[in-house]
């Protein structure tokens, strides 16, 4: 088992940046890959970003790719995201998601993983 909190959500206007954060506890964070889902109102939730247990590969959206970077700290037991030039169709509730790294390679489809945070907000203005 592995719980995970979400933080650093906020309001932030277009073009702006964000660094979310996703706190793991329990079982040892380096055993999972990691991801970013978002949900935005009235929409599928869709995948953003994953990491490998080690932190070696990633693999982005393409919507956010070259804007948003995925990184861990096995150590801290940390994963993050750091959302550059930010745009209002970015304004959705992210989740940091987790799946054993037993069960495949990196993954965007949200079925594959096993474990969820709360989420956390995050609004962009125009």
């Known amino acids: 088992q592995v719980q995970l909190v979400e933080s650093g959500g906020g309001l932030v206007q277009a073009g702006g940046s964000l660094r979310l954060s996703c706190a793991a506890s329990g079982r040892t964070s380096s055993s999972y890959t990691m991801s970013w889902f978002r949900q935005a109102p009235g929409k599928e939730r869709e995948f953003v970003a994953a990491?490998?247990?080690?932190?070696?590969?990633?693999y982005y959206a393409d919507s956010v790719k070259g804007r948003f970077t995925i990184s861990r700290d096995n150590v801290k037991n940390m994963v993050y995201l750091q959302m550059n030039n930010l745009e209002p169709e970015d304004t959705a509730v992210y989740y940091c998601?987790?799946?054993?790294?037993?069960?495949?390679?990196?993954?965007?489809?949200?079925?594959?993983?096993?474990?969820w945070g709360q989420g956390t907000q995050v609004t962009v203005s125009s």
């Open positions: 998601a987790a799946k054993p790294r037993t069960k495949g390679g990196l993954s965007r489809n949200e079925y594959d993983y096993d474990y």
């Open positions: 990491i490998s247990w080690s932190g070696a590969n990633t």
